[in-house]
């Protein structure tokens, strides 16, 4: 295991202990899509840039996306 691997699971694994320990809902969102970054990269280390590409999608784009909406629609109902 090279130095680049060891860097980029550390990234990861501070990434998502981010998200674990954030509770408001939209920071919560914007710090997943950080970590789907941060996978994206690390798959792109490990030779998968097949996964690399659908973590893009999946985890840094559609999720965060899908969570800002409900909770924007969410917060809309309530406030009237």
Known sequence: MNALQVLSFLL????????VATRNPLLQSMVGSFFGLQLSILFT?????DVAL??????????P?????????????GAK
């Open 65 to 77: 996306l899908m969570v800002v909406l409900t909770v924007a629609k969410t917060s809309a109902k």
């Open 12 to 19: 990861v694994a501070a990434a998502g202990t981010g998200v």
């Open 45 to 49: 280390v490990l030779q998968a840039p």
């Open 54 to 63: 659908s973590e893009i999608v999946v985890g840094a784009v559609a999720f």
